[in-house]
């Protein structure tokens, strides 16, 4: 399995998804779709809470036999 490929698509998410919210949010003017604004964040600085608490988006650490 190819983590980088994992983490860009990731990242690529979390910025597509923020968007949408915020402008969802903007459109229909409902307060609550502004919190896209988490996710885009996240997405631009390639932090992903949820990939901290599950360890599952690390990259494979290289162990030495």
């Given at each position: 399995m190819d983590f980088n490929k994992v983490r860009s698509f990731c990242r690529s998410f979390r910025i597509i998804i923020g968007i949408v919210l915020i402008i969802i949010g903007f459109v229909t003017g409902i307060f609550w779709f502004y919190l896209g604004i988490l996710p885009l964040i996240a997405g631009?600085?390639?932090?992903?809470?949820?990939?901290?608490?599950?360890?599952?988006?690390?990259?494979?650490?290289?162990?030495?036999y």
């Amino acid at each position: 399995m190819d983590f980088n490929k994992v983490r860009s698509f990731c990242r690529s998410f979390r910025i597509i998804i923020g968007i949408v919210l915020i402008i969802i949010g903007f459109v229909t003017g409902i307060f609550w779709f502004y919190l896209g604004i988490l996710p885009l964040i996240a997405g631009v600085m390639n932090f992903c809470p949820l990939c901290m608490i599950t360890k599952k988006c690390d990259l494979p650490k290289n162990s030495e036999y």
